[in-house]
């Protein structure tokens, strides 16, 4: 859209001005215009204003500088009524097939075939005493003290990340004391590491801010012409309210985008044994950078083939008062901001804890919540199947501390397992795993297994999506897929007896849990191999449905029939 001061948009091998040299179009010419005069009401190009002058030498000529004024001048569009697609053309019609604002060239050029073209001045009779139309002011109001909020929080977080960057930098150089001269290559790799994720992030809120302070002026300018334009009759008021409504969805949208990303963040963790390690490392440490999509790590604070170890184990309880029934886990999956949600089947929950495993809040679903998978930001899907006609997915957002249902998906097969990925949803069925768009439509059936029930339960998907773990209760088995549905490994051992569960890190680590043996075990990447055992009943473990990984604590949080999770802190 060409704004007041551009002067051409090409459209093809065409230009449209906003101002074209009225002489010259009368000779069949497309030119700008550069001036206007006041008196022939007229717009003129830098070679026909110098005939224009000698002509009329009386007559006043304003320029490109007082473009502004051409606007107001008699025989011009209104802004307000100014068609946007073309500019010298004044909008005097709506398509109601396609409720949009026209002016003649628009139902020449787009709207020949359409059934119900109006005139706006009947349309728009009684707009003063429409009641959306009415509260417009106070919509645009909070609409516009919104999007300054937003602002205001943007402009906080690049301070917040500026003094981040500060205390990083002063932690790196506390550390750099101790240590001698190989430090200085590694202090440049790191700050410079530290100083693109932060030019990453302030370059994105550099863009929400330009995006709302131009939906934010485009608002305020709407509001003050059509505020002008109160006494001017009925159809600009008309006009200025469609064109609000057109904004308003423009508006949501960004702000949509923009709140998706709750805040940016970027974290430090030194590395551990930093002195008697420095001759192998190559940075001080772990950057993290956090916002809507989760924490990525760029570096894993564990190696791809690293063989974890067992330091302790902690109980929690997560039973609650409303709890009519001992608390069954069925899904766990963590949130950016160190939140963990799990679903508790018995009792027909879905359980917000807080970072040191506390029940803050809780969400009540019809019956039978089972799996659980992060999809982004705050936000969680969640299985809902209560065996017979319900097989419904409940997308859940967290919204300072509460549990918001945002929408439901009902699907055509039962769901119980889910998992994620780029934009999909893997849902096992206990049979069967389908995979879905994020707006429940079902895309294929990637494996099926007939052979029993519960062939196909837990599922994780490593975080390149390449391969997929599933596990096989009915045969004792964790099967290993790739992202086609071809089956790659099958894995059998003494300690895999009713596998419910599968994790797998983003750095590949496979954890699987089973119900019958009691245990936890850490399954090579390829599926084919038990690399350790690292829980048991007597650490406390007792059939165990589910479990999963926190990068942010280097901990399994294992639930199953016990109204407690298991931690087990690892190394």
Same mark, same amino acid.
């Given at each position: 859209?060409?704004?007041?001061?551009?002067?051409?948009?090409?459209?093809?091998?065409?230009?449209?001005?906003?101002?074209?040299?009225?002489?010259?179009?009368?000779?069949?010419?497309?030119?700008?215009?550069?001036?206007?005069?006041?008196?022939?009401?007229?717009?003129?190009?830098?070679?026909?204003?110098?005939?224009?002058?000698?002509?009329?030498?009386?007559?006043?000529?304003?320029?490109?500088?007082?473009?502004?004024?051409?606007?107001?001048?008699?025989?011009?569009?209104?802004?307000?009524?100014?068609?946007?697609?073309?500019?010298?053309?004044?909008?005097?019609?709506?398509?109601?097939?396609?409720?949009?604002?026209?002016?003649?060239?628009?139902?020449?050029?787009?709207?020949?075939?359409?059934?119900?073209?109006?005139?706006?001045?009947?349309?728009?009779?009684?707009?003063?005493?429409?009641?959306?139309?009415?509260?417009?002011?106070?919509?645009?109001?909070?609409?516009?003290?919104?999007?300054?909020?937003?602002?205001?929080? *943007? =402009? +906080?977080?690049?301070?917040? @990340?500026? #003094?981040?960057?500060?205390?990083? /930098?002063? %932690?790196?150089?506390?550390? *750099? =004391? +101790?240590?001698?001269?190989? @430090?200085? #290559?590694?202090?440049?790799?790191? /700050?410079? %590491?530290?100083?693109?994720?932060?030019?990453?992030?302030?370059?994105?809120?550099? #863009?929400?801010?330009?995006?709302?302070?131009?939906?934010?002026?485009?608002?305020?300018?709407?509001?003050?012409?059509?505020?002008? #334009?109160?006494?001017?009759?009925?159809?600009?008021?008309?006009?200025?309210?469609?064109?609000?409504?057109?904004?308003?969805?423009?508006?949501?949208?960004?702000?949509?985008?923009?709140?998706?990303?709750?805040?940016?963040?970027?974290?430090?963790?030194?590395?551990?044994?930093?002195?008697?390690?420095?001759?192998?490392?190559?940075?001080?440490?772990?950057?993290?950078?956090?916002?809507?999509?989760?924490?990525?790590?760029?570096?894993?604070?564990?190696?791809?083939?690293?063989?974890?170890?067992?330091?302790?184990?902690?109980?929690?309880?997560?039973?609650?008062?409303?709890?009519?029934?001992?608390?069954?886990?069925?899904?766990?999956?963590?949130?950016?901001?160190?939140?963990?949600?799990?679903?508790?089947?018995?009792?027909?929950?879905?359980?917000?804890?807080?970072?040191?495993?506390?029940?803050?809040?809780?969400?009540?679903?019809?019956?039978?919540?089972?799996?659980?998978?992060?999809?982004?930001?705050?936000?969680?899907?969640?299985?809902?199947?209560?065996?017979?006609?319900?097989?419904?997915?409940?997308?859940?957002?967290?919204?300072?501390?509460?549990?918001?249902?945002?929408?439901?998906?009902?699907?055509?097969?039962?769901?119980?397992?889910?998992?994620?990925?780029?934009?999909?949803?893997?849902?096992?069925?206990?049979?069967?795993?389908?995979?879905?768009?994020?707006?429940?439509?079902?895309?294929?059936?990637?494996?099926?297994?007939?052979?029993?029930?519960?062939?196909?339960?837990?599922?994780?998907?490593?975080?390149?999506?390449?391969?997929?773990?599933?596990?096989?209760?009915?045969?004792?088995?964790?099967?290993?897929?790739?992202?086609?549905?071809?089956?790659?490994?099958?894995?059998?051992?003494?300690?895999?007896?009713?596998?419910?569960?599968?994790?797998?890190?983003?750095?590949?680590?496979?954890?699987?849990?089973?119900?019958?043996?009691?245990?936890?075990?850490?399954?090579?990447?390829?599926?084919?191999?038990?690399?350790?055992?690292?829980?048991?009943?007597?650490?406390?473990?007792?059939?165990?449905?589910?479990?999963?990984?926190?990068?942010?604590?280097?901990?399994?949080?294992?639930?199953?029939?016990?109204?407690?999770?298991?931690?087990?802190?690892?190394?």
């Amino acid at each position: 859209m060409a704004s007041k001061f551009e002067s051409s948009i090409q459209r093809g091998c065409d230009f449209i001005h906003d101002f074209a040299c009225s002489a010259c179009e009368e000779d069949g010419l497309n030119t700008e215009a550069q001036h206007f005069c006041n008196q022939c009401t007229k717009y003129y190009c830098d070679n026909c204003v110098l005939v224009h002058n000698k002509l009329y030498k009386r007559h006043t000529v304003l320029d490109r500088k007082d473009v502004k004024k051409w606007a107001a001048s008699p025989g011009t569009v209104d802004v307000l009524e100014r068609c946007e697609r073309h500019p010298g053309e004044a909008l005097k019609l709506i398509c109601c097939d396609h409720d949009q604002l026209c002016c003649h060239v628009c139902v020449a050029v787009d709207h020949r075939q359409c059934s119900s073209i109006q005139h706006i001045p009947d349309v728009a009779k009684g707009i003063r005493k429409d009641p959306e139309f009415r509260q417009l002011p106070q919509r645009v109001a909070v609409l516009r003290k919104q999007i300054e909020d937003m602002k205001n929080d *943007r =402009k +906080k977080n690049s301070a917040s @990340l500026r #003094k981040t960057r500060t205390a990083i /930098v002063d %932690e790196i150089q506390a550390i *750099r =004391k +101790k240590i001698n001269d190989i @430090l200085d #290559k590694m202090e440049k790799t790191t /700050v410079q %590491e530290l100083d693109r994720l932060v030019a990453d992030q302030e370059l994105s809120i550099k #863009k929400d801010l330009e995006s709302c302070t131009q939906m934010h002026d485009e608002l305020k300018n709407i509001m003050d012409d059509i505020q002008s #334009k109160d006494s001017s009759g009925e159809p600009p008021l008309y006009i200025g309210f469609r064109k609000c409504e057109e904004k308003f969805k423009q508006a949501n949208e960004i702000l949509q985008n923009v709140s998706n990303v709750v805040k940016y963040n970027i974290t430090f963790r030194k590395h551990n044994g930093i002195e008697d390690n420095l001759s192998s490392m190559k940075t001080f440490g772990e950057l993290n950078e956090s916002n809507d999509f989760g924490t990525q790590p760029r570096t894993s604070l564990f190696p791809r083939d690293h063989l974890f170890a067992t330091e302790g184990y902690k109980e929690y309880n997560v039973k609650i008062i409303s709890d009519k029934d001992s608390s069954i886990i069925q899904g766990i999956c963590e949130l950016p901001g160190g939140e963990v949600v799990i679903t508790d089947f018995n009792n027909s929950k879905v359980k917000l804890l807080d970072q040191e495993y506390r029940v803050i809040h809780h969400y009540d679903v019809p019956e039978y919540p089972w799996g659980v998978c992060h999809i982004g930001g705050d936000d969680v899907a969640v299985c809902v199947d209560n065996y017979d006609k319900r097989h419904e997915l409940h997308f859940i957002n967290i919204t300072k501390g509460k549990l918001v249902t945002t929408r439901k998906l009902s699907l055509s097969h039962e769901c119980y397992g889910a998992a994620h990925h780029g934009h999909n949803l893997y849902i096992s069925s206990y049979t069967a795993l389908y995979v879905h768009t994020m707006t429940g439509e079902l895309e294929k059936k990637l494996y099926e297994d007939k052979s029993g029930y519960g062939t196909v339960g837990g599922t994780a998907i490593s975080n390149e999506g390449k391969t997929i773990y599933v596990t096989n209760l009915s045969t004792n088995e964790l099967i290993t897929l790739d992202n086609i549905g071809n089956k790659l490994a099958t894995f059998t051992d003494p300690d895999l007896r009713e596998p419910t569960g599968v994790h797998v890190t983003t750095a590949g680590h496979v954890f699987v849990c089973c119900n019958y043996s009691h245990t936890v075990l850490q399954v090579d990447q390829d599926g084919k191999t038990k690399l350790v055992r690292l829980a048991r009943e007597q650490d406390g473990l007792y059939e165990p449905k589910v479990l999963f990984f926190s990068s942010r604590t280097s901990s399994l949080v294992v639930g199953g029939l016990k109204d407690t999770l298991l931690v087990i802190k690892v190394r």
